[in-house]
């Protein structure tokens, strides 16, 4: 589908305003240059969109959109790389599958990938005018935590979610475990980034504790930024789509637990998380933040100067993966790259 067909259809559905656009995949791989940064391959598999400079070890000095030569997202001067660890089918006889990714509602002829928003106001609120800041060079931040195994452990972090798709724009109820149950088209997996920053730091030793949530309130709610992070910057969410569907109808395991694994081997679903390193050239992210009454179908491209490239043109942008091993797309593993193996957390049998 081209950009221009895209924007036409979106003026058919209700508006979402504020900027939603697609990152067909770059790569699936066990590289973190966030987390693990020089290491290859890294703990646990990844799947990673945006700019082609992506690489096990990404120095914040280094000019990223400088480097990168394409990028997989709708905006071309989004160099950024945003990942997340990618989900597994545990079938009845215990070894492993890659579960595939899906373009998403609108995007269904990307390549895989994610789709990315970036909000000044509340996803519901249709008019998106208020200030936010946008990151600066060299800056990442990460959500989420790879050991939390218990409800109360996933509480700390708001909103990462699991929409079971009934239908392909199912968007409620969203829970933070693991669907329980079959999903007609799929499992969507929102993920949401804090807004408030401290105004100093790229970059943090946990990666997290640069950034905060509002002080009371939400960002939705326009709640405060604490005066430790006093700068309110846009909310970035990704939603990724799961295509589950091919494994309704494998058998699942006998004890009725749930299929579904995250790659560094959580079967809950409460060490959902992400990553996001920035890498917009120039000003090209705060222009598009300071349009106002950011209607992504109508202001945002034109007003900000922004310019976008097809879909097709984004599936052509990828990269040979620097770790070469077999991930489970068309065979069934027996442990889950790395060596890790389904865990349930201690609520489970
Ligand atoms: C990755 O980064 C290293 C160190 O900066 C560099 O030597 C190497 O060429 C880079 N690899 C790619 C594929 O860009
Ligand atoms: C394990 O289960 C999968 C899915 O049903 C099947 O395709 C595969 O052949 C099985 N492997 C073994 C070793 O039985
Ligand atoms: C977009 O381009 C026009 C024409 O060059 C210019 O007047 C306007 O200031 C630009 N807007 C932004 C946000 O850069």
Redesign the pocket.
């Known amino acids: 589908m081209h950009w221009f067909s895209f924007l036409t259809l979106a003026l058919a559905v209700p508006s979402s305003a504020l900027v939603r656009f697609h990152c067909s995949q770059l790569v699936t791989e066990r590289l973190d240059p966030l987390v693990d940064p020089g290491l290859v391959p890294s703990s646990h598999v990844h799947q990673i969109v945006g700019g082609n400079s992506f690489n096990s070890s990404m120095d914040p000095e280094k000019d990223m959109p400088g480097e990168s030569t394409c990028t997989t997202c709708q905006f071309t001067e989004d160099f950024s790389n945003y990942w997340t660890a990618v989900m597994y089918f545990r079938a009845h006889n215990g070894t492993y599958k890659r579960v595939p990714q899906l373009g998403n509602n609108q995007f269904e002829k990307a390549k895989g990938g994610l789709t990315i928003y970036y909000m000044q106001d509340a996803i519901y609120d249709s008019k998106q005018v208020s200030k936010v800041t946008a990151f600066k060079t060299g800056f990442r931040m990460f959500i989420g935590d790879v050991r939390a195994r218990t409800l109360a452990e996933a509480a700390r972090y708001r909103y990462l979610t699991y929409v079971c798709l009934d239908t392909w724009t199912t968007r409620s109820p969203e829970t933070i475990a693991f669907p329980g149950r079959k999903c007609k088209e799929g499992i969507m997996t929102s993920l949401r980034f804090p807004t408030c920053w401290d105004g100093k730091n790229l970059d943090s030793p946990d990666h997290k504790s640069h950034m905060s949530y509002p002080e009371t309130g939400t960002f939705e709610s326009g709640g405060p930024c604490p005066a430790t992070h006093p700068v309110r910057t846009a909310q970035v969410m990704y939603e990724v789509v799961w295509d589950t569907k091919p494994f309704n109808n494998l058998e699942w395991p006998a004890d009725g637990s749930n299929p579904f694994v995250w790659s560094f081997g959580d079967a809950t679903g409460y060490a959902n998380h992400a990553d996001y390193v920035f890498g917009w050239k120039g000003n090209a992210l705060q222009?598009i933040l300071?349009?106002q009454n950011c209607q992504f179908n109508t202001n945002c491209i034109k007003?900000?100067?922004s310019t976008t490239q097809t879909i097709d043109k984004m599936n052509s942008c990828t990269q040979k993966a620097a770790v070469t091993e077999d991930i489970g797309v068309d065979s069934w593993l027996t442990e889950l790259p790395g060596g890790f193996q389904a865990e349930y957390g201690p609520g489970s049998a």
């Open positions: 222009r300071d349009t007003e900000s100067n």
